[in-house]
């Protein structure tokens, strides 16, 4: 037999199984993976030849290389192949996106449908009751009437250069100075970590992550065969000197932040460290990906600019997402890069999906345009605004003392530290018992992740949920106390 089968002959895959047959080869080749079998640099077999081994569908083969290589398992290089990445620990929950729709600005995890009575505080999409449906619908109208067919063709891969502009101009509000042509039109923020990853990154690299991060993001660079080098977090961003201890030791090609209102911890930046972290990286010859994860609705009484807004010499990659607030279906979003690596990462994207829907950015550049986004956005801040005041009230009120909540700078969600010898874990089974559906913190740290922690979404509760969902949480971890 072929030795380059040799590690292959076990998996069995059964037509009749209820998981499909890319599913049932994914799970076979992360058990080779993560039993050692398989060991970090292994090249996979060519799909056509491994299909012809196992005597399936090329399509299967490709489909299980891909969720492999979204939860972080192997990397693929271009003209080369795909190669087992280094696992150094947990990955956290993992992506289970239907190929070949991999691209999810949140970690999905592969559960039954949420029973209709529950409180869910788990999600961060906005409820269908606060999505713009009307002026979405006037502007699909619009466009249609003034571009017929061309609204359906394939835009330019770079993005469609009104939308691009308009960006420009929007940024430039926010004290960002940009140019229309080094801005790239994104399908989510999920898929601009992934094209910077593609673009960047090569087996080995450094990489510097906030811990904790968001899941998405862990998941990429380690798909690129990255190294993760995780900085903590304090309330007003990384721990500086932690930064520049394991700067000089390892230099990392890219540091990856969330400047403004961080995901999960919802901290922002000090003006000093921004300042401090653009210093550093420009020594140590870093790039920073700033990701700008929902600075809309920042309720500190003076909000920072984004991290771009201080990068004086093209050090800073800025991404930003219009579907978190707007339409998360839409999946759109955009980079700001530096002129140097446009057309890198013009190639990557085209290598990816071509370009991103034609009639998603001619509607969004109307949007712009006409002031609607701001107007929503004014909207939406109003309605959340209420929601975070009674959410840290509540949290004030029903949870023991001992529960530490660092006030948020704004966004979606509150970062919970759990009492001494309290398991997030259990409290999250035990409150979802009693119809509270909660996120543990563990899925946010890329390795050895702390069982203390909890994230608080009030994106979809209204303020009688809210209390009431609080209201259990606080009995189940005094329960939980009690048994100390």
């Not at 080749?29 to 799909?47: A, D, K, M, R």
């Not at 998360?328 to 446009?342: D, E, H, K, N, T």
């Amino acid at each position: 037999m072929n030795q380059d089968f040799f590690d292959f002959v076990s998996i069995q895959l059964q037509r009749d199984a209820k998981d499909a047959l890319y599913v049932q080869l994914y799970s076979a080749l992360q058990e080779l993976i993560v039993s050692g079998q398989l060991t970090c640099g292994y090249l996979l077999p060519p799909v056509r030849k491994l299909a012809a081994f196992l005597r399936v569908n090329p399509g299967t083969v490709a489909g299980a290389y891909k969720l492999l290589e979204q939860n972080g398992y192997i990397f693929s290089r271009v003209g080369s192949g795909s190669y087992v990445a280094e696992i150094t620990g947990s990955t956290g929950e993992e992506y289970i996106a239907a190929v070949p729709e991999p691209e999810v600005e949140t970690f999905t995890r592969l559960e039954r449908a949420l029973p209709d009575d529950c409180i869910d505080f788990s999600t961060v999409m906005p409820p269908p009751d606060l999505l713009p449906i009307d002026d979405f619908k006037n502007i699909i109208i619009e466009v249609l009437d003034r571009d017929k067919g061309n609204a359906f063709s394939y835009q330019d891969s770079q993005g469609f250069k009104p939308l691009r502009e308009a960006i420009s101009s929007y940024l430039k509000e926010q004290g960002v100075k940009a140019q229309a042509d080094n801005v790239q039109i994104i399908s989510g923020a999920q898929q601009g970590i992934d094209i910077i990853a593609k673009a960047l990154l090569n087996f080995g690299d450094y990489v510097f992550t906030e811990n904790p991060t968001y899941p998405g993001a862990i998941a990429a660079f380690r798909s690129r065969g990255a190294k993760i080098v995780e900085i903590n977090m304090e309330s007003d961003g990384m721990d500086i000197q932690e930064l520049e201890t394991k700067i000089r030791s390892f230099r990392p090609k890219l540091i990856y932040v969330m400047a403004n209102i961080q995901n999960p911890t919802g901290y922002s930046y000090s003006l000093a460290k921004r300042n401090r972290l653009i210093g550093l990286a420009r020594r140590y010859h870093a790039m920073i990906l700033e990701d700008d994860y929902i600075s809309e609705l920042d309720v500190s009484d003076m909000p920072l600019v984004p991290l771009k807004a201080l990068d004086r010499d093209q050090r800073v990659i800025y991404l930003k997402s219009f579907s978190k607030i707007f339409m998360p279906g839409l999946r759109l979003a955009f980079l700001l890069m530096p002129p140097q690596l446009v057309s890198k990462v013009l190639t990557v994207k085209h290598h990816s999906d071509i370009s991103t829907s034609g009639l998603t950015q001619r509607a969004f550049d109307l949007y712009l345009r006409k002031g609607i986004w701001q107007k929503h956005i004014a909207a939406v801040r109003r309605i959340y605004l209420e929601r975070y005041q009674i959410i840290l009230a509540a949290i004030g009120q029903f949870l023991p003392p001992a529960v530490i909540c660092h006030r948020p700078m704004g966004g979606l969600t509150c970062w919970l530290m759990l009492p001494a010898g309290v398991s997030a874990t259990k409290v999250v089974q035990e409150a979802e018992k009693a119809g509270v559906l909660l996120t543990p913190g563990t899925a946010f740290f890329p390795r050895q992740a702390p069982d203390k922690y909890l994230r608080l979404s009030f994106a979809v509760t209204c303020s009688e949920e809210i209390l009431q969902g609080v209201k259990v949480l606080g009995r189940v971890i005094e329960a939980e106390l009690g048994e100390i």
